[in-house]
């Protein structure tokens, strides 16, 4: 069965840049039916909605974000990425890679977080 | 930006009992709305999407309603794997979660 993984450093110094990368097995990063989003929850807190990427390489932020986000994917490792720049301790959180399902309510484009990672938890300290 | 609000913020029940909880938006969304599970120390596990359809593999015993700016999730039965948090999330725009719903055992 598919399934997504996190990897990346577990501590980011303030001002520094932090990159993960999601790596896809048992299933297609270029799956038209599916995004691939990256969520996190800070501490104490409900998930949050970063962005996602399209298999075309399309991207959509989460606005007060997009400013230091950046989102890539690579079909040929089956792994999708991200790169958040300018971290502060507010940046602190679990992150998880999500496949996220494209689906049509009422006629409008829809998604739902239908397969996570198991989280991978950054911690921005000096 | 659409705010969205659950409550209880928690509630305390006893196994076998029937638990409602309740989303409210402040912006009309029709049924773009899902659901979701997330026990201590896991990932949220998506129950219900487009206000009322059973995500495959979730436990009928979950099940939600609702339209516009009001919505529900009932969970019928209670088991010991249902106490945790469960969110609410837009489905259409900004993908906004809820605050969630702490369900603790009595």
Known sequence: QVQLQESGPGLV????????????????????????????????RGPEWIGYIYYTGSTSYKSSLKSRLMLSLDTSRNQFSLRLASVTAADTAVYYCVRTRIGVTEGNITTSFDLWGRGLLVSVSS | DIQM???????????????????????FISTYLNWYQQRPGEAPKLLIYAASTLQSGASSRFSGNGSGTEFVLTIRDLRPEDFATYYCQDSYGALHFGPGTKLQIK
């Open chain 2, 5 to 27: 609000t659950q409550s209880p913020s928690s509630l305390s029940a006893s196994l076998g009992d029937s638990v409602t909880i309740t989303c409210r938006t402040s912006h």
């Open chain 1, 13 to 44: 110094k303030p001002s520094q840049t932090l990159s993960l990368t999601c790596t896809v097995s048992g299933g297609s990063v270029d799956n038209a039916g599916y995004y691939w989003s990256w969520i996190r929850q800070r501490p104490e």
